[in-house]
């Protein structure tokens, strides 16, 4: 939004920037570092994170990181591999040390935990040693983009963003299910293969053909069982209402619309678009990066949802008429012509969320300061 309101020229730095900013500066650490320590002690029946300390330095290394990414993209990235490093390490050891229940009760938003802090095990010190060459040899902001698009950006978004959905729409799934059956395996194939792939790419010259079937089979197939297993679960149980599952619902809808998109562009794409114009494929990677932020927002509006249930049924209104603003907005915003209302939605969004977020954060304000429990309830 600031590039057309501060007419900042998009120099190839904030290009690379405005690429990766979410997937890797939104998505992933919101899900590792705010969202498992929000869901992952209840998930795993403990009494805590293991690692505490860690998602404090993380959150420092990225908050820097954040800031110079538009100037300096390759420190920017680097500090996110150290920063989110720290996070990775956090989830794997509380899922290994502070659990409470077996490997095979594990709900399957836990296996999307591990696969992602497996995911970024494997990408940050593989990032870092492309960094440390690229930069040693002089490579431009460009060469980011070749390099992180693809397996590694669909991997950060897909297995969030399936995890939230499966547990935000599934709230009361049995061990009989078809999703827990599934879970592990695909959440497992889905965390690993594909980044495996795409190191072996960069560094051991594995062909691009090889390289592009081992996505399929790595990352095709996985979301598609998981979406089978799912469909045949959705099918024995009523939706749940509510905020969560609106966002939720959005968020699945969106992904599907993106890979649909992403997959077909090979035979309805045009050759020879002139600037500015609807191109299916970029199009489809921005339906699946705001998938994965409704997704994100689901377990947000569960979150706040909890801590402000004296609102009741107005909370519920307002988070369902929220996430319609969004959907909307994020339809609007992959086509050229509709970027003015575009805007003014997400503007609008944003508003929505400094809302509700302010909501909790002065109920925390009121209990630390007075003593009272603010707007939170008496529980």
């Not at 339809?331 to 209302?341: D, T």
Request: one cysteine or more; hydrophobic letters at 60%.
């Amino acid at each position: 939004m600031g590039l057309p309101f501060l007419h900042v020229h998009p120099s190839p730095g904030v290009v690379v920037s405005h690429a990766v900013l979410m997937t890797f500066y939104v998505v992933c650490p919101a899900f590792l570092g705010g969202m498992a320590r929000w869901f992952l002690p209840d998930l795993l029946k403990g009494e805590g994170m293991a690692l505490p300390f860690a998602v404090r330095t993380g959150f420092g290394v990225l908050a820097v990181g954040a800031f110079l990414l538009p100037v300096m993209p390759f420190v920017g990235l680097a500090l996110w591999s150290i920063g989110v490093l720290a996070l990775a390490f956090n989830v794997l050891a509380t899922v290994l040390e502070m659990r409470s229940i077996p490997f095979r009760d594990f709900p399957p938003l836990v296996w999307a935990f591990l696969a992602n802090a497996l995911s970024v095990l494997i990408i940050a010190p593989v990032l870092l040693a492309f960094l440390l060459r690229s930069g040693l040899a002089g490579a431009g902001p460009e060469a980011l983009l070749t390099v992180l698009r693809g397996s590694v950006e669909m991997t950060l978004l897909s297995v969030p963003s399936l995890g939230i959905i499966m547990a935000a729409l599934l709230p009361g799934q049995k061990e009989q299910g078809w999703v827990p059956r599934c879970a592990p395996h695909a959440f497992g194939v889905m965390g690993v293969v594909p980044v495996l792939l795409w190191a072996d790419h960069l560094f051991g010259g594995l062909p691009s053909s090889v390289y592009s079937a081992g996505l399929s089979i790595g990352l095709g197939v996985p979301c598609l069982v998981l979406l089978v297993a799912f469909a045949k679960d959705i099918w024995r149980t009523a939706l749940p209402s509510g905020p969560v599952a609106a966002w939720a619902s959005g968020g699945l809808v969106s992904l599907l619309a993106g890979w649909a998109a992403m997959l077909t562009e090979p035979v309805w794409g045009i050759q020879g678009v002139p600037p500015g114009a609807f191109v299916l494929g970029a199009a489809g990677h921005q339906l699946v990066m705001f998938g994965s932020l409704l997704a994100l927002s689901a377990a947000f509006y569960g979150w706040c949802g909890a801590r402000l249930a004296r609102w009741g049924r107005s909370f519920s209104i307002f988070g369902m008429i929220h996430a319609f603003i969004t959907f909307v907005g994020a339809l609007c915003s992959i086509l050229p012509q509709l970027i003015v209302p575009a805007v003014l939605l997400m503007g609008c969004s944003l508003l929505m969320f400094a809302l509700s977020a302010g909501m909790v954060w002065y109920g925390l304000l009121v209990e630390r300061t007075q003593g009272t429990m603010g707007l939170f309830p008496e529980e």
